[in-house]
């Protein structure tokens, strides 16, 4: 009897053991591989003349090592502690120059050694770039002459690049504002070894404060101290010329610094205490302080206190002073917007929000310029007498578009657009910039007229377009429409008024995008100025074609559909389908039945879709539309699985209606939203033999105050969240599911918890799922070894649960 308990004690251990493999980072089969490790075009940056580009160029991934280095994650930041800048951040390896007229490419004579570099800037008068790059021990400044193609280290690893870009240009384009690290800087505590001195203690005085779930927040008193060591710093005016650098401000925790278009003053916004443990530094307390070029205080203009509480919603704003800014066409005057009804969307009031005007020194009061209806959503400056005001409202979508004239505050606002921000179709386009004599972008207006520069979907096809508007007749007329069936061109900007030069980007199925210069008033004017080849050229004669489709109450749906190289149409062999999708919620069914795709867009494979797998012989729908409607009263979520298994039953019948799939063979796939896409269909109806759904959140009672675009919380609707739940019917999940989540997740709502329970839950249930936590990654993977086995767990996991 003893030896067979032994034995069966064995048997046991040896169940659990098996439930975890021991296994080495895999790669795809040879198909998926050569498509994946692919060479990256380098990134373009043009001067404002379009003389020169400054090419970057940076790995197709990062490193498993890149990953692993020091990291501290305090209040929404992720730093490396060591260098002192993002722990997160891309970097370029190598920067060259090209004159746009040429194609030769020029090596920037004494880059660095093994540069690591990042937050590359023109200056104002596009002759100098400056960049950082990344040392063992720190963050260095340096400079490129554009005219000798030469770079020059300004100055030592101290920069302090913790909260984003460590430098300003003034308008002068000699001198710099840089972000150094304090001389006398502490050690950072480690709260592994330091033992506490108490317990942590948080209150709540009554006050509803419906916070999402935010990644990395402070947690103790060791990591307050370490938050104010990383974020404080001293500021320093740089010669460019000579390197000499002169102490501006003494340390503090500076946030932002903005000069003056005229360069004679400069806000600076510092964070201040106290700190909280449930929010990010964001809402922290602050205080903006305006200096004049010398350093001399002139005034204080904003104060915000910690802002913890705020109003349920997504139009929901603090109280005070916000979006404090210089105005882009005056010497020094500031803009801010102040909330009429408290900051909350509950509140019945006339008008949203009140824009004021302060003209510094600011030794008169601020002047109301203008209010808003809804929430108010921005300004483009223009000239005395004209900018462009926005203002939206979520819960409707609605966005209008006024015309004012900021010398008349009393003047009623223009109303130019009023439409449905979600309508694609009516999209009037995004107006056209030009820099003006302080080298700030403002509104273009060349003779009364201002410029549109469209995207241009309507229900044939994408034709981006260039409209002008006349500011005194209010009426638009239309300069070019793309006329491309074959290519897709995207209109970046008009380079001369006068001329009609503009730069677009042109690219087709199997052309890589390229940058053109276009003349529209010069039928047939193109000219290539970028020849970047295509990486994926084993895939060219893959079909690709957009399908639009209809679900059972009308609603139109889309997908851009693959069939493998050489698929006999005629013949029609039934292949298994993969469904590549993401939820989008809606108010009306018109906008939800819009179509953004277009089949000449390059195709472009990334492990964010099922587009490799169609080398495998699978047909594949990518960019399927999930739509979620409520209109009027109804919210999307009210009926979100009816409307998911809708949607996903439309998507097959419509592939199987052109004959080329076996329904029987048809797994679907997301990330994030998509991987909680995922887990509902295969847990809510019979049509797929498999899902795969990576860095998902399957327990909405885990996001009690909102989650995507729910404004609701649990305690409101704890039928809908529970409905949405796979969690709650992790007992359903019957179908073989992957489910894959970075180890690091730093998106709020899907920590990495929500996948090991779910997977949990499942398992013990007796589900067949498995789970897959790829080391050191967040939201999105960036290393290259777990890239690609993620491809590889994908491809066994189909090519098990669906091919075979």
Known sequence: MKLKIILLLFLNLGLVASAQENLTYQKPSKSILDLADYERAPTVSMDTKKEYMLLSYRNTYKT???????????AGLRINPITNISSTITYAKNLKLRKISDTKEIEIANLPTNPQISYTSWSPNDKKILFTNTTKTGVELWIIDVATARATKLTDATLNANLGTP????????????????????????SKKDLPTGPIVSNADGSKSQNRTYADMLKNKNDEINFENIITSEIYKVNINNGTATLFKN???????????DGNYIMLTTIEKPFSYIVPLNRFPSRAIVYDKNGTEIKTVNEVPLYE??????????????????????????????????????????????????????????????KTPQRYNGIIWGNDNTAILSDEWYDTRNTKTYLINPAEPTQKPKLLFDRNSQDIYADPGNFEYK??????????????????????FTKDGQFPFISELNLKTLKTKRLYTSSFKDKKEEILSIEDFKTGKVLVQIQSKNDYPNYYFRNIKKQNSLTQITFFKNPFESIKNVSKEVIKYKRKDGVELSGTLYLPAGYDKV?????????WAYPAEYKDKNSAGQSSQNPNEFT?????????????????????SFPIIGEGTTEPNDNFITQLVDDAEAAIDAVDALGYINKKKVAIGGHSYGAFMTANLLTHSNLFACGIARSGAYNRTLTPFGFQTEQRNYWEVPNVYNAMSPFMHADKMKTPLLLVHGEADNNPGTFTLQTERYFQAIKGLGGPTRMVILPKESHSYVARENILHLLWEQDQFLEKNLKN
């Open 571 to 579: 013949k029609k062999e039934k292949l298994p389908l993969l469904i």
């Open 309 to 370: 509480i705020m109003p349920k919603g997504f139009m929901a704003v603090r109280n005070g002073k916000r979006e404090m800014s210089w105005r882009n066409d005056k010497p020094a005057t500031l803009s801010y917007v102040v909330a009429l009804d408290e900051g909350n969307p509950a509140n019945k009031v006339d008008f949203r929000d009140e824009v004021f005007l302060w003209n510094a020194p600011f030794n008169t009061e601020a002047t109301s310029l203008v």
């Open 604 to 624: 472009f494979p990334y492990y964010g879709s099922f587009i490799y797998w169609v080398t495998k012989g699978y047909v594949v729908l990518d960019d399927a």
């Open 64 to 74: 498993l090592d890149d990953l692993s280095q020091e990291e501290l994650r305090l």
């Open 435 to 456: 820099k003006n004599q302080y080298n700030k972008y403002v509104l273009a207006i060349e003779n009364d007229n201002a410029f549109l520069l469209g995207e241009g």
């Open 167 to 190: 430098f300003s240009w003034f308008n002068d384009n000699e001198t710099i504002l840089v972000k150094m690290l304090p001389k006398n800087k502490p050690a950072l505590l480690d």
């Open 251 to 261: 340390a503090a925790m500076y946030s932002s610094e903005r000069i003056s278009p």
